[in-house]
């Protein structure tokens, strides 16, 4: 099921809206009342290069403000992002670009996946950060692809 992610904080970047496919989520933390603290895990395609998808899991915070979408997710979060295809780049790339955005909370806190091409080893890089409109946190997360021949 394709759920359109991170409204607000596309809205304030300029970036197109992004899609993201729910693959599941775990349990970590049974609440007695409103639904359990769990890692969901949802899968990407990059929008401007065919060819490369990412997982990434986020920490959901349950309870009642969780059942609510009242919750604030922390900050906890991994990526892995693999060459599934022909790499086909669809447009020049920048330097450096959102390539993902989600919300986790419902003022103004997302996870963003920023995509930074290093030219000298052809390699795509994706940095997943929790970001927040005013104070973001340091922890994030890395994963890169090689720009290599796709052959079957």
């Not at 994030?140 to 796709?150: F, Y």
Request: charged content about 25%; overall charge positive; proline content about 4%.
């Amino acid at each position: 099921m394709k759920k359109i992610l991170a409204l607000t904080g596309l809205l304030l970047t300029g970036v197109n809206t992004l899609y993201a496919d729910e693959i599941g989520c775990i349990t970590t933390s049974w609440k007695l009342i409103g639904s359990n603290h769990k890692v969901c895990v949802q899968a990407f395609d990059d929008p401007k290069v065919r060819g490369v998808s990412c997982h990434i899991s986020q920490a959901k915070t349950g309870g009642l403000k969780g059942t609510f979408g009242l919750a604030e997710d922390p900050s906890k979060f991994s990526i892995a992002c693999r060459q599934v295809g022909k790499i086909v780049i669809k447009e020049n790339l920048p330097e450096q670009e959102i390539a993902f955005s989600a919300d986790t909370s419902i003022l103004f806190k997302e996870t963003r996946v920023t995509r930074l091409f290093d030219k000298k080893r052809n390699t795509l890089v994706y940095v997943a950060i929790s970001r927040k409109l005013i104070d973001g946190s340091p922890k994030n997360s890395i994963s890169t692809v090689p720009i290599m021949p796709w052959t079957k």
